[in-house]
């Protein structure tokens, strides 16, 4: 995965909208005004996703390239460098999972303002 291709994986989910509300070189994906992803367009190449408390955790332990969230709650973020060293598919599993994650949360007129 490259930055490309991770900005289009998050965008062709439902509602998403991207914006850099923090500085000019951090981008994030928002679902219904929330943030569930970003990342630096300048520095290395790594990604902050949500994550459930125990799996964050599972997956700083299985995977080296994942710690915890860099500047964000890190019983819930991950920072997940980006390397090639994990496959797309369980990045992409991933980013899902921040994405559900945060529509979960939604108010059910969140979810029907937004077509979710």
């Not at 914006?19 to 929330?34: H, I, N, R, S, Y």
């Amino acid at each position: 995965m490259n930055i490309e291709s991770f900005r289009d994986f998050c965008l062709a989910k439902p509602a998403v909208t991207e914006c850099f509300p923090f500085d000019e070189t951090t981008l994030v994906f928002k679902v219904a005004g929330k943030m569930f992803a970003l990342t630096d367009t300048e520095d290395a190449f790594s990604i902050n996703i949500k994550c459930a408390p125990e799996k964050a955790i599972q997956l700083r332990e299985e995977f080296t390239d994942v710690t915890p969230g860099y500047h964000m709650n890190k019983q819930l973020w991950n920072t997940v460098l980006i390397t090639g060293s994990i496959p797309d598919i369980l990045l992409e599993e991933w980013i899902n999972d921040s994405y559900n994650l945060i529509v979960a949360k939604l108010t059910k007129k969140e979810r029907q303002l937004h077509n979710l």
